[in-house]
C-alpha cells in the first residue's frame, strides 16, 4: 500500500540570495573591441571574420569616453541597484588587467586603463551592486579546444585576478558553457575558487535562450531568463533566484544600425511582469565604441527612473502572491501592504489612444486578502471606492483614469 507523500516545504533563500532579489532591476553592459564596429558582440564569429583582422581592433580601442562615474549615475538615476559589466566577453579581449596572463587587454591597448579597476571604484563610492559578467567561451585562446585542461586553470586564474584584485565582489555572471556540453567545466574547482576568496558573492551561470530556468550546478544563486520572461516557478532543494536578461534593442553589444529599440513603458511592463514573479530584470546596453552610453538609451533609462522611484517598494521589497486578478495585473505583498500592477489604465477624455483591456473601471482582486483599510493610487493618492467580501474572497474597487496632461 502506498504511503501518501508529504509536501516539500519551500526552502529558505540563503541571505545573499534574498538580498540578491530585492535589488530588483540591473543594468547590463557588453562592451568591448566589438564594440568598435558596431554590430553586435558576435561580430568575429557571425561574420567570419578572418583572426588577423578581427585581432587588429585592439588598435584602436582607445575607450576615450568610458566614464565609470557617470555609467553608475545613469543606473542609478534609472532606479537600478546593480551593475553587470563584461570583464571578458567570447572574443576573449579582457577589460582589466591579466596580470601576466596575457597583453589581450585593456591596459596593453591604446586604451592603457585597467577598466574594471575604474568601474569597481564608481560601484563602491556609489555604493550600487557590482556584477562582473565573464566568458567561459573563448575563441581567441589557442587552448580552448586544443587543451581542455590548461584552458581550465586559465579561465580559474583568470577569475580568480577578479575576486582577489577589485574589493568586494557582489556578483559574478558567467555564460558560455552551452558552447561546449559534451565538456567537463569543473565547475567545482572554478566556483569553490569563488566562494574562498568572495563568500558572498551571487553566482549565475547563463543557461542561454534554449533553457530558460534550468537549474544548473548546485552552487549557482541564480537561473536565467534570457530574452524571455520568467513565470511562477517551483522551489525544490536549493532555493534560487531568477533573472531575465534582456536588450534595449536586438543587440547585446552596440548595433549601430538597429532602430528596434523599447520604449520606456515596455522596459516598464517587462519590469512588472519580472516583479510578479519575483525575479529581477537586467537590461542591456551596448556602449559605443568609445564607451560611451548611447543618447536614446541613457535618455529612455532616465524616464523609466521617474516611474520606479515613484513607488520603491513596489519594485525592490514586495513579494508575489497568489491573488488573482484580470488580464496581466497583479497583486505583491510588502509587510502590511498591497499593491496592485494595474496595467492599460487610460487617460481621462482620450480614449481613443488605449490599446488592449482599458485598466480603468471595476477591478477585481480574488484570494485571502486581509480586511483592506484603503485604496489608493500611489502617485496621486487618490482614494479609490472598494468593497470587501472576506468571506468569498472578493475584493472590487473602482480605478479612476489619469487626468489628461498628468500621466505618470
Known amino acids: 500500500m502506498a504511503t501518501p507523500s508529504t509536501p516539500t516545504a519551500t526552502p529558505v533563500p540563503a541571505p545573499r540570495i534574498a538580498a540578491f532579489e530585492r535589488l530588483g532591476f540591473g543594468l547590463f553592459l557588453h562592451y568591448g573591441l566589438y564594440s568598435q564596429v558596431g554590430q553586435g558582440e558576435w561580430y568575429w564569429n557571425h561574420h567570419k571574420v578572418p583572426a588577423e583582422q578581427y585581432l587588429k581592433l585592439v588598435d584602436g580601442f582607445t575607450a576615450k569616453d568610458f566614464d565609470a562615474r557617470a555609467i553608475v549615475a545613469i543606473a542609478r538615476e534609472a532606479g537600478m541597484r546593480y551593475i553587470c559589466l563584461t570583464t571578458r566577453h567570447h572574443d576573449g579581449f579582457s577589460l582589466y588587467d591579466t596580470r601576466g596572463l596575457n ?11 585597467d577598466l574594471i579597476a575604474e568601474f569597481s571604484a564608481a560601484c563602491d563610492e556609489y555604493r550600487i551592486g557590482k556584477f562582473f559578467y565573464h566568458t567561459t567561451l573563448d575563441w581567441w585562446h589557442p587552448h580552448f579546444d586544443a587543451d581542455w585542461e590548461a584552458y581550465q586553470e586559465y579561465l580559474r586564474a583568470s577569475v580568480e585576478i577578479l575576486c582577489t584584485r577589485y574589493g568586494r565582489v557582489d556578483g559574478l555572471w558567467f555564460d ?7 565538456r567537463d567545466w569543473q565547475e567545482d574547482a572554478l566556483y569553490g575558487l569563488i566562494r574562498r576568496h568572495q563568500p558572498e558573492a551571487i553566482i549565475v551561470n547563463n543557461s542561454s535562450t534554449g533553457a530558460h530556468g534550468a537549474v544548473g550546478h548546485g552552487e549557482t544563486d541564480v537561473v536565467t531568463f534570457e530574452q524571455g520572461r520568467p513565470g511562477k516557478r517551483r522551489q525544490v532543494g536549493k532555493y534560487r533566484a531568477a533573472e531575465m536578461c534582456e536588450t534595449m534593442n536586438s543587440h547585446w553589444g552596440v548595433g549601430a544600425k538597429d532602430l528596434s529599440y523599447k520604449s520606456p513603458a515596455d522596459i516598464i511592463q517587462r519590469l512588472a511582469a519580472c516583479r510578479r514573479f519575483g525575479a529581477n530584470l537586467l537590461l542591456n546596453v551596448g556602449p559605443t565604441g568609445t564607451g560611451a552610453i548611447p543618447g536614446y538609451e541613457a535618455e529612455v ?3 523609466v527612473g521617474r516611474w520606479v522611484h515613484h513607488c520603491p517598494e513596489a519594485v525592490y521589497d514586495a513579494a508575489p502572491t497568489d491573488l488573482e486578478c484580470r488580464g496581466d495585473d497583479f497583486v505583491l505583498r510588502c509587510g502590511g501592504d498591497y499593491f496592485y500592477v494595474c496595467h492599460n ?8 489612444l488605449l490599446t488592449g483591456v482599458p485598466g480603468d473601471g471595476l477591478q477585481t482582486i480574488r484570494g ?3 480586511p483592506v483599510a484603503a485604496i489608493t493610487w500611489a502617485d496621486t493618492g487618490e482614494a479609490l471606492r472598494f468593497a470587501q467580501d472576506q468571506a468569498q474572497g472578493f475584493c472590487t474597487f473602482h480605478a479612476t483614469p489619469f487626468p489628461y496632461g498628468s500621466q505618470m
Request: glycine share 10%; net charge positive; aromatic share 6%.
Open 368 to 370: 485571502d486578502l486581509p
Open 176 to 182: 558560455g558553457n552551452w558552447a561546449r556540453k559534451d
Open 345 to 352: 489604465v487610460p487617460i481621462h477624455g482620450n480614449r481613443h
Open 103 to 113: 597583453t589581450y587587454d585593456a591596459p596593453h591597448s591604446p586604451a592603457g586603463r
Open 301 to 303: 533609462l532616465r524616464l
